[in-house]
């Protein structure tokens, strides 16, 4: 039963999709254009709605709320942390060693244009470090990629589920225009999943054998058998849970891929075109890791060509052109340095590919 309707940024409504998934301990290391997160969960700790929510901690870096989630995690706790790019890019080390050790927490980062500081605007440039494995290693991320405020109140609990049912971390991303973004939603009034952490987690060794988290495996044989099951869990994940939706793609000749902000601004295009009698439809990726590389495939088959829109200079962009193979045609449109393309840029790449009549 959902609650009332309220209105709010999508990092407030991030924060409370957290909370009503049973969030336990939060650890802040504030960033714009993320800071509402750690504003919001600072305001919540010790509200009698979240009873689940036992600590909030405001660490000194990044890399101190990233190791502190790892050992919040260790104990069976429903962990998380917020960032934005510069933040993220300096968790990748320790996201490869929760990976390693097979932790499961949230990670939201709020994407920022770059390199490097860049500005406060809106891209995607995160994608790459967030789907292939940004730290070293052979890792994956479960990674969810809402396009509204009402998904970014419910993706937490999806994104909870699914890093305890792999055992791995998962990562909401999203970009600065999601984050800050204010709209009429419906904060889901969940009851928590309970998860049965008793054969792994470090909830003290009384009466039974200790368990070991770690990602350091000095044997060789013992490394490669590890590695190999996280290869088996990984592909697992691929199989059962990719995630997507498609809009008009029925009957569309072409189809605009697109994730996040970009996937709105997309829809309005194919409203307005199929009102005019041009078949463009929409795929949008809702886990960007698993990529939805088969129905990609499938819709391929069928003789759709493609565009491609984002927020970066083609990123996701590899992904669909492996998704769909050779000789299917596949075009980008990209914006980057905090500029969101406009229903006319997108429309004026159709007519330039003359899918839209001039």
């Known amino acids: 039963m959902a609650k009332q309707r309220v209105y709010l940024k999508g990092n407030e409504a991030v924060a409370y999709g957290a909370l009503e998934a049973g969030l336990n301990a939060y650890f802040a290391y504030p960033i714009t254009p993320s800071s509402e997160i750690p504003e919001t969960l600072a305001k919540e700790f010790g509200s009698s709605k979240y009873p689940d929510y036992k600590f909030f901690l405001q660490a000194a870096s990044e890399l101190e709320a990233v190791n502190m989630v790892i050992g919040a995690a260790s104990a069976g706790a429903r962990a998380m942390t917020a960032t934005s790019s510069p933040g993220f890019s300096l968790k990748q080390e320790a996201l490869s060693y929760a990976a390693g050790m097979e932790l499961p927490f949230l990670v939201v980062d709020i994407c920022r244009a770059g390199p490097g500081l860049g500005n406060l605007g809106p891209e995607q440039s995160d994608y790459f470090q967030s789907t292939k494995g940004g730290g070293h290693g052979n890792y994956r991320l479960i990674v969810l ?104 793609t029925e009957g569309a000749e072409t189809i605009i891929v697109a994730f996040g902000i970009a996937a709105r601004v997309a829809k309005g295009v194919v409203n307005s075109q199929r009102r005019r009698g041009v078949k463009v439809g929409l795929f949008r990726p809702i886990t960007v890791w698993p990529f939805p590389k088969k129905e990609l495939r499938r819709l391929a088959s069928e003789g759709k060509r493609f565009l491609v829109v984002e927020l970066n200079t083609g990123q996701m962009l590899e992904d669909v052109k492996l998704a769909v193979g050779d000789g299917v045609t596949v075009d980008f449109l990209g914006r980057w340095g905090g500029i969101v393309p406009t229903e006319s840029d997108i429309e004026s790449k159709l007519r330039r590919l003359e899918v839209v009549a001039v």
Do not use: C
């Open 145 to 248: 990629a809402p396009a509204s405020v009402q998904e970014m109140a419910l993706f937490p609990r999806i994104a909870f589920d699914l890093a305890f049912k792999y055992r791995n971390p998962a990562l909401i991303l999203a970009d600065s225009f999601i984050g800050q973004l204010k709209e009429d939603v419906e904060v889901p009034d969940f009851k928590p999943t309970p998860y049965d952490v008793s054969s792994w987690a470090t909830t003290g060794a009384k009466n039974r054998p200790p368990h070991v988290l770690n990602s350091l495996e000095l044997d060789l044989q013992k490394h490669y058998k590890h590695i190999g099951a996280m290869l088996e869990k990984y592909k697992q994940v691929e199989e059962k849970e990719a995630l997507y939706e498609k809009y008009q």
